[in-house]
């Protein structure tokens, strides 16, 4: 099942369990889009990941971020752009600064079952 990183989850007191998830490579950007003129739903692209330390990477972690004018950008709210962590469909065993080469495909708005990431190479 998919984890649902809301910041709720991380807040001092709170009674939700902490998980334990360690990135290993850095942030790529998958998607930027305009919304104000129609946007097709099918994202489909190459992705190349730096790894940046050693292990086995078992997840791919979504996040979003708005960007409401030039100044002002929205991340993960109680609301919007929560995080999330699906499993890949196997672990990638990773070392830090190799270079991963996949693709990735998904629907806006179909669902995380849309999601698909293919290791290549």
Known sequence: APIHEWPIFHDPGGAWHSLCVRPLTRRVEVAAVDFRNPVAPRVERPLVLAATGDGLAN??????I???????????????????????????????????????DYVMGGGLGSFHWTREG
């Open 66 to 104: 708005a960007s409401l004018t030039p100044d002002i950008c929205l991340g993960a709210t109680r609301a919007l752009n929560g995080d999330k962590i699906l499993l890949l469909p196997e672990p990638v065993p990773l070392r830090a600064g190799e270079r991963v080469a996949g693709r990735i």
């Open 59 to 64: 997840a791919a972690r979504l996040s979003g």
